[in-house]
């Protein structure tokens, strides 16, 4: 069974900086796609970053390039969203999610993750 469990969340000043951790669990190898997705309260969920399985392509939304960098550890099947710069509009609920071959991060694409955390909240103050 699958399982993806977020951690990291927290709430800082604009400006600060936090680094999100998602665990998974229940593959049986590394070849599965990761993603960061968040959801603000009020709004649809949308696609932050995402990386294949060996790490040589990353997709950033445009808001969070810069200032946002997705890494994964396969040797500690944890990935990681570091995130700088934090603005209050980055204020929403963080949710990893896996698939094995889906690695995108266009809103059409979210439904074609299989797997999901129960999400982090990152709350930004002004």
């Known amino acids: 069974q699958v399982q993806l469990v977020e951690s990291g969340g927290g709430s800082v000043q604009a400006g600060g900086s936090l680094t999100l951790s998602c665990v998974v669990s229940?593959?049986?190898?590394?070849?599965?796609?990761l993603a960061w997705f968040r959801q603000a309260s009020g709004k649809e969920r949308e696609g932050v970053a995402s990386m294949t399985s060996t790490g040589s392509t990353t997709l950033y939304t445009d808001s969070v390039k810069g200032r946002f960098t997705i890494s994964r550890d396969n040797t500690r099947n944890t990935l990681y969203l570091q995130m700088n710069s934090l603005k209050p509009e980055d204020t929403a609920m963080y949710y990893c999610a896996a698939d094995r071959y889906y690695c995108g991060i266009q809103d059409t694409g979210i439904q074609r993750y299989m797997y999901w955390g129960q999400g982090t909240q990152v709350t930004v103050s002004s």
């Open positions: 229940g593959f049986p190898d590394s070849r599965f796609c």
